[in-house]
Every structure is written in structure tokens, then in C-alpha cells.
């Protein structure tokens, strides 16, 4: 019996450890990127998940002395059947003195709903684009 919680613990440890999301990933120079899932279904909180990602990326930047300036983001709501809702955010890090560090952006619903590039499950997916604040 002790074997067998043991398997059951380990293999509970490594389905948690598969789903865990990734941190920020480099995508090119001073371009990262970060996503995240939520896998609360219906009881999940969209704008905590952003909120997050968002935060996340802000101290990846501070922890470097710099700056997190947004370039865009894709929303992706929750679906049926496991289709949980995510968060992507791409952004560049830049010094403090930069000047791009110095206008204010906002990331803004795009009129972009499917590409080559960028396929939407179900056509559902939200992408957003970073444009300096009047």
C-alpha cells in the first residue's frame, strides 16, 4: 500500500510539475515574452490572469534596472472541454533613460482576428497592440 501512494504522490508531482506555465522567454534581443493559463474554468479570473502576467513582466524588467514597454498581447477566454483561458504578453526591456521608456503605451484591442501567423480556436482569440497614450 505504501508503494502505491508513493506512485500516486509521484505522479501526481510530475502531471503538476507538466502543467505548470513557462516564465519569460526571449523571443529575440530585448523582446520577451510571457504567458500564462488559467485552468479555473468558468470559476477563473480573467482579470487576475492579465493582472499577473502583466506584474510578472514588470519585475522581470526591474529585477534588470530597466523597463517593461508593451508591444502586444493575445486574450484567449475560457472555452469548453479544456479550452482554458490564457494570456500572452510580448514586450521589450529597455533602460529607464530610453526615450521609448518615456511615453506611456496602452495595449488596445486590435482590428487583427486571424493570420497566417496567429490562428484562433475558434476564431475566440483577442489581440491587442501597444499604442502611445494621447
Known amino acids: 500500500m505504501k508503494k502505491f501512494n508513493a506512485t500516486i504522490?509521484?505522479?501526481s508531482g510530475l502531471l503538476l510539475a507538466a502543467c505548470a506555465n513557462p516564465g519569460v522567454v526571449q523571443v529575440s534581443s530585448g523582446v520577451y515574452q510571457l504567458g500564462r493559463a488559467d485552468h479555473g474554468?468558468?470559476?477563473?479570473?480573467?482579470?487576475?490572469?492579465k493582472a499577473g502576467v502583466l506584474r510578472d513582466a514588470n519585475a522581470f524588467a526591474e529585477g534588470q534596472g530597466k523597463v517593461a514597454v508593451p508591444i502586444s498581447a493575445k486574450e484567449h477566454p475560457v472555452?469548453?472541454?479544456?479550452?482554458?483561458?490564457?494570456?500572452?504578453?510580448?514586450f521589450k526591456v529597455v533602460?529607464?533613460?530610453d526615450p521609448e521608456?518615456?511615453?506611456p503605451?496602452?495595449?488596445v484591442v486590435s482590428n487583427v482576428r486571424t493570420s497566417a501567423e496567429a490562428r484562433s480556436l475558434?476564431?475566440?482569440d483577442i489581440y491587442y497592440i501597444a499604442e502611445t497614450v494621447k
Do not use: H, P, Q
Not at 472555452?79 to 510580448?90: K, L, Q, V
Open 122 to 124: 475558434g476564431g475566440k
Open 79 to 90: 472555452g469548453i472541454m479544456g479550452d482554458w483561458a490564457s494570456f500572452e504578453y510580448t
Open 41 to 49: 474554468g468558468i470559476f477563473g479570473n480573467k482579470d487576475a490572469l
Open 105 to 107: 503605451k496602452t495595449l
Open 95 to 97: 533602460d529607464k533613460n
Open 9 to 11: 504522490l509521484i505522479l
Open 101 to 103: 521608456a518615456r511615453v
